[in-house]
């Protein structure tokens, strides 16, 4: 059976509240346990400077991030949980990445457009205020998805740009370099809810709506009570469609509690009665994990074993392969400088090759050439890189691929298909 990679990475500057266990830490925890998974959860903390300068708050998250984590069910033994900053090889490979992204590329990205947008609205200068840490952000998240050859990164969908940009700047290394990163898809559950808050808008820091995840009871029910409802006095009819305390019941709540909350809405439940339900929900499944949270944020020196023995199995991969990618842009020993050279020569002679390039009609294409310059197949145009890259990855990989991506490519008089198979399977070994 085949191994999937999935990684999710959490950024340490907040506390963890009810919005991201429903929507994250509980989903990850449940696909950590899938057989066929291999599952990455690493606490961003160099994403968290772009985002924060109070040291003392980036290190609280941290501990309150990784505590809640692991008190919510996640098994360090079955899964790699580290910190980012304990792998050196990730600002290593950022670097690398860097060097063969275009600028064009990173200006599109959303995080700085919104930040240039408002600058503009403010009639400030484009760039004011706005860090090269903000500006390189994507390359920092695709080293993340990069170095462990992550095959699916669960994200929203304001997150998808993130990972094609990261497909992008692989696509871009592999063509340059040869093939060397696994290219990720973005991994979108549409069943996974999105909580509303205290005001009924998302559950989020930045609205400041949030109810932390492990609140005391007192505390919780002091935030729910101030879970925002309508004026509709007890006997009324209610609606639960756009009802806060209804959709965060729900998240708790099996389908049977759920539907029996919702004819009591229909009923004309009174809004104390119904919070009064809610704080309940919450607390039975909060409380067996709040004992374990707090037994956890005890002890940082056990949480902190617990990151630097995930960073040690994080770094048994990205060692060596940052060594193959060091390798590969030509950061060598230069006594293996001659051995090295003769290699390359040889395959250079010896081997067909990919050409991949852009016409003057904007579209995209890709040549197979024997060793002696022969051209042997010439695609069809292709809108974006990424697409003939993925054309030429899978002649690279499947023999059968050449029936498969038939209406792809352009006949060419005098080569046959057995021409073509020959240097594809040389090319495979």
Known sequence: MSTTRFLTGITTTGTPHLGNFVGSIRPSVAASLRPSVQSFYFLADYHALIKCEDPARIQRSTLEIAASWLAAGLNPEKVIFYRQSDIPEIPELTWLLTCVTGKGLLNRAHAYKASVDKNHEAGRESDDGVTAGLFMYPVLMAADILMFKAHKVPVGRDQVQ????????????????????????????????TLPGLDGRKMSKSYDNTIPLFASKAQLQKLIQGIVTDSRA???????????????????????????????????????????????????????????????????????????AGAERARALATPFLRELRNAVGLRSLAQASTAAKAAKVAKIALPSFKQYREQDGKFYFKLVDADGRLLLQSLAFDAPKEAGAAIGQLQKDPAALGQLASRLDPLPGVTEQDVAAALALLRE
């Open 234 to 308: 007890p006997g009324e009819p209610k609606d639960t469609e756009g009802s806060a305390l209804f959709q965060i019941y729900q998240a708790f709540s099996t389908p049977d509690e759920t539907a029996a909350l919702r004819q009591q809405y229909a009923d004309g439940i009174a809004w104390g009665e119904a919070k009064a339900m809610l704080l309940e929900r919450v607390d039975s499944v909060v409380a067996p994990m709040r004992a374990q949270y707090e037994a956890l944020m005890a002890d940082p020196a056990r949480i902190e074993a617990t990151l630097l």
């Open 162 to 193: 993130h990972i094609e940009m990261a497909r992008d700047m692989g696509a871009s290394f592999n063509h340059l370099y040869g093939e060397h990163f696994v290219l990720p898809e973005a991994a979108i559950d549409e069943h996974v809810a």
